[in-house]
């Protein structure tokens, strides 16, 4: 069964149009993280919410915002896609404080800008 | 964040045991080590974790340095869906810390 799970698994948008993909999770878990992964990459933080609070990483640029209207839906908007933002994005939940508690990830939206 | 060192790229044949070295020579006393690795079109997936002592659960077991400076992940037996980009990441022990992933191992599985 799926737990967490990332919709649509590809997305294709253009040059400079929002785009919002959207991650559901069904473990009642209270952090919430988004990663971007780039061909070949690593995935890489963008940022994640514990409970309500936001956490941005540094570099994350101000394109990309996040919104968490419960504990079990979490989006990312990209508000001005560029063409490096091609990339998986992926989302993961956590139950903390515990570090025995892994995270759970998605499988992730593949994000393509034409 | 404390960081790890790993090969770029391992190779092993199917049925064969194989030993995934990571290196973490600025570990800190309250740093576990973790792994997880990262299927095809998937996302990454939790495979184990340790402090000092060794682990072992259904998927792979953990071996630790005595100095904690170095860790190996062991497969068993490897399979052909074994073959996936595998992470060594160190969390602190609160878990309060999200995952920084480092650039990891490919294994290949040659059946």
């Known amino acids: 069964d799926a737990m967490v799970i990332q919709n649509p698994r590809y997305q294709v948008t253009q040059f400079g149009k929002p785009v919002t993909l959207s991650c559901s999770q069904t473990?009642?878990?209270?952090?919430m993280y988004w990663y971007q992964q780039k061909s070949s990459q690593a995935p890489k933080l963008l940022f994640h919410y514990y409970d309500k609070d936001f956490n941005n990483e540094a570099d994350t640029p101000d394109n990309f915002q996040s919104r968490r209207p419960n504990t079990s839906f979490c989006f990312l908007d990209i508000r001005s896609p560029g063409l490096g933002d091609a990339a998986m994005y992926l989302c993961a939940t956590s139950r903390v404080p515990r570090e025995s508690r892994p995270q759970h990830f998605g499988d992730g939206t593949r994000l393509s800008i034409l | 964040d404390a960081k790890t060192t790993q090969p770029n790229s391992m190779e092993s044949n199917e049925e064969e045991p194989v030993h995934l070295p990571c290196n973490h020579s600025?570990?800190?006393?309250?740093?576990?080590i973790h792994w997880y690795r990262q299927l095809p079109s998937q996302g990454p997936e939790y495979v184990i974790h340790g402090l000092t002592s060794n682990v072992n659960n259904r998927m792979a077991s953990l071996a630790i340095a005595e100095d904690r400076k170095s860790s190996t992940l062991i497969l068993h037996r490897a399979t052909l869906r074994d073959a996936a980009v595998y992470y060594c990441?160190?969390?602190?022990?609160?878990?309060?810390?999200?995952?920084?992933f480092g650039k990891g191992t490919r294994l290949s599985v040659i059946a």
């Open positions: 990441i160190l969390r602190d022990v609160t878990g309060n810390t999200p995952l920084v």
């Open positions: 473990l009642n878990h209270n952090v």
């Open positions: 600025t570990i800190s006393g309250t740093d576990y």
